[in-house]
């Protein structure tokens, strides 16, 4: 079926909007055109886009028969109609509910990420909507081992998750005016869009307000000028479907209107058909504004998506019902820490208040135990002021928090975004005061996911855990880079890297740190040495004070990154503060190396000294050779057993990893190179750092909670686990979740499941 997913890719995802309407408007109408895969100039337009997109060497007369082959021998093939073949493959009937095939469950996963799971269950041939709106899957088994005590969300951002992006949907659709000030949708493809999916709602509806020829000129519109004599009647139309569909689950009506279309396709006039098919297409792409595809990666591209997540609507309360309503339809979460961004009393009330009721009137007493985190904003700043006085005014919110009546509500700290911004040491303070005002308080923190080299990625982890003094029940979230197989990562995308020469002084310096904390052979130390003392040249040439600094000297100035960088003066003065928390007074190793007056000279030049910045910064070239990969191969599996023994879990979240980081499959995930716990049938991992499921950013990434888990499940089933090696596997990755969570037992509310 991977021809078919590529086929709706290149007639709808990947088609030119604007060419289309052209095409329609042209047309004469007395067969269909645009989206008839039988016409000659739409077949042609389709196939050579395929071998645009997938130059896999076919030849002609291959790919003719691969098209052929889907759309049949039939007099026209509407494009339409590959949503109906693919809903047949992929959902099950189940009453009034569709499942998805748990056999076929990664390649749906596929196909959703060319267009709307909305399309493909609207298009699935009933004469009735699906009561569920969230489609499961027809692994029952699995459902019961998740259902029967429950399971713990631990890492969902609040705001997107739910079905938040189709609220911004019906936002657009019924709420926004027509001259949107919006800039993403501020233009004349959304202006006709809206237009057209008002114009087709009125004709299922045998309700015609505007004639064909009044349609074709809104297609052919240039600009809003060529419009405007429609707006008055598109504003009432508008009004009124508003005033008939909100009464009912307003994110629902989108798939109630592909639903009422494609149950009357056939009826269609070839017009209509293309119309319909013309609005799909749209949709597909003004959709995956809001939710990420597996087209690319990155985390730039997931900011983009993520930063649009409330773009459209405006109150929180529809998002928080449909967050609420979202967990109870899968019926197996028991606790859930909400994560939020640092917020003032009053507006934390409000959102504790709102969220809470909205729990309330879909569970009733029995709804989940629910936790609050606040994760800081990583944000690039202009200089090492701007960024700590940003911190420190995100601070301060969390900590009135903290010393208020709301404090029973938060269970953590977190920090989120570009961690390529912000360098953990900015931090570890804070998070350390943090911890001072309320001792229970757990940490996690967003490290590991993004990262310019993988030892980089190691070293932030490495960081993270010393610098803020991680302790047992702690996490870490995402940790991409403990996954990650570097000889797989440098053959495919970091065989030669390039990073500043600041970066890599510290990697090496930190590299050869965790070789002599394993006792490893000494000779991968000398080499390390010797790198080290090579880039070191590089970066303090003309540098008298520092150009023969030691790597253990280096080592003690890394250290003293953990403590509030105010603390240190030029002349290299040892830091004193009342404030404990503005040192990492209870490392051991800290206080050794707060000592060397060299090493603290060197730590204020890190962060104010212009001049040693710039040395930094100069870029240099590393090719990843046998050597190097031995190295950090072993400082990987010595970090992983470190983290380990020390109790801290890692939060995976598989389809944000598999999108985000460089992943071209789910098998490739970094939550299975880190736990086999019972997996006999597959190779042992070097030890099982403790791990837990979660969705992330729901919306933005088209999952549940339950999904995450039947991904994981599937793919172990397909790469050569048994059964019920999966099947135990699953259950303590559900038990690992609850042990995992911020949220305490003692206060957990007692959750019965249907």
Request: charged residues 30%; aromatic residues 14%.
């Amino acid at each position: 079926m991977r021809n078919l997913e590529r086929l709706i890719r290149c007639a709808y995802k990947d088609a030119d909007f604007n060419n289309l309407c052209e095409r329609i408007v042209s047309a004469d109408y007395t067969d269909g055109e645009a989206f008839d895969l039988k016409d000659e100039k739409t077949y042609q337009t389709v196939k050579d886009r395929y071998l645009r997109l997938f130059p896999n060497n076919y030849s002609e007369a291959l790919l003719d028969n691969i098209i052929n082959e889907k759309i049949g021998d039939k007099q026209h093939f509407f494009a339409d109609e590959m949503f109906v073949k693919a809903a047949k493959k992929y959902l099950i009937p189940k009453g009034r509910k569709l499942e998805i095939n748990f056999d076929n469950l990664l390649e749906w996963n596929d196909f959703i990420n060319v267009a709307p799971a909305d399309i493909y269950i609207a298009a699935f041939p009933s004469k009735d909507l699906p009561l569920s709106f969230l489609p499961g899957h027809d692994n029952h088994r699995l459902c019961s081992t998740l259902k029967e005590k429950g399971v713990a969300e631990n890492h969902m951002h609040l705001n997107a998750s739910g079905y938040s992006t189709e609220l911004n949907w019906y936002a657009f659709i019924y709420k926004k005016p027509f001259y949107c000030k919006i800039k993403e949708f501020d233009d004349i493809f959304s202006l006709k869009l809206k237009m057209l999916r008002i114009y087709l709602e009125y004709y299922i509806m045998n309700e015609n307000f505007l004639s064909r020829k009044d349609i074709m000129n809104i297609l052919d519109a240039k600009d809003y000028g060529n419009v405007a004599q429609y707006m008055d009647n598109f504003r009432w139309m508008q009004h009124c479907l508003d005033e008939k569909n909100k009464n009912g689950q307003i994110y629902e009506c989108e798939r109630r209107f592909l639903k009422n279309c494609f149950l009357k396709t056939d009826d269609f006039q070839p017009l209509f058909r293309d119309l319909f098919n013309l609005y799909l297409t749209g949709f597909v792409q003004k959709f995956f504004m809001f939710t990420q595809d597996n087209i690319g990666m990155g985390f730039e591209k997931f900011q983009k998506c993520q930063a649009k997540k409330d773009l459209l609507f405006s109150g929180k309360g529809e998002l928080y019902k449909s967050i609420a309503e979202k967990y109870s339809e899968e019926n197996i979460v028991s606790k859930i820490e909400f994560r939020i961004a640092p917020q003032t009393k009053r507006k934390f009330k409000y959102i504790q208040s709102e969220m809470d009721a909205s729990l309330t009137s879909v569970y009733g007493e029995n709804k989940p135990n629910c936790g609050y985190i606040f994760h800081f904003i990583k944000k690039k700043g202009k200089t090492l002021l701007h960024q700590t006085s940003d911190i420190n005014n995100q601070s301060r919110k969390i900590l009135g928090l903290l010393n208020s009546s709301y404090s029973q509500y938060v269970v953590g700290i977190d920090a989120a975004g570009d961690e390529l911004c912000v360098k953990p040491e900015l931090y570890a303070p804070y998070f350390r005061r943090c911890r001072a005002e309320k001792a229970d308080l757990s940490f996690t923190y967003h490290v590991g996911e993004v990262y310019t080299s993988l030892c980089s990625g190691l070293r932030a982890i490495y960081e993270v855990i010393d610098f803020f003094n991680f302790r047992r029940g702690d996490r870490l979230g995402h940790a991409l880079a403990l996954g990650a197989c570097p000889r797989q990562l440098a053959q495919t995308r970091m065989e030669c890297v390039v990073i500043p020469a600041g970066e890599y002084l510290d990697n090496l310096a930190w590299l050869f740190f965790m070789l002599r904390k394993q006792g490893a052979d000494p000779l991968l130390s000398f080499e390390v040495s010797n790198r080290f003392t090579e880039i070191r040249n590089v970066i303090f040439e003309g540098r008298g004070d520092f150009c023969a600094v030691d790597i253990d000297t280096y080592l003690a100035s890394w250290r003293l990154r953990a403590d509030d960088p105010e603390l240190y003066n030029q002349e290299g003065d040892a830091p004193n503060s009342l404030e404990v928390w503005r040192q990492n007074g209870g490392n051991a190793a800290y206080r050794e190396a707060v000592r060397s007056e060299t090493a603290r000279k060197l730590n204020w030049c890190y962060f104010y000294d212009e001049k040693y910045k710039k040395q930094r910064n100069k870029e240099v070239k590393i090719r990843v050779d046998e050597t190097y990969l031995k190295v950090l191969s072993e400082c990987q599996s010595f970090l992983k057993k470190l983290i380990a023994e020390k109790g801290i879990a890692v939060e995976a979240n598989p389809s944000s990893n598999r999108k985000i980081s460089p992943i071209d499959n789910f098998a490739d995930l970094p939550l299975f190179a880190l736990n086999r716990h019972g997996l006999y049938s597959l190779a042992a991992a070097d030890c099982d750092v403790p791990v837990c499921v979660n969705t992330d950013d729901s919306a933005v990434f088209q999952t549940s909670l339950g999904m995450e888990y039947a991904v994981i499940a599937k793919t172990l089933l397909e790469n050569g686990a048994s059964a019920e090696e999966v099947y135990d596997f699953v259950e303590y990755l559900r038990k690992s979740s609850l042990e995992q969570s911020f949220v305490k037992e003692e206060n957990q509310n007692d959750c019965r499941f249907k």
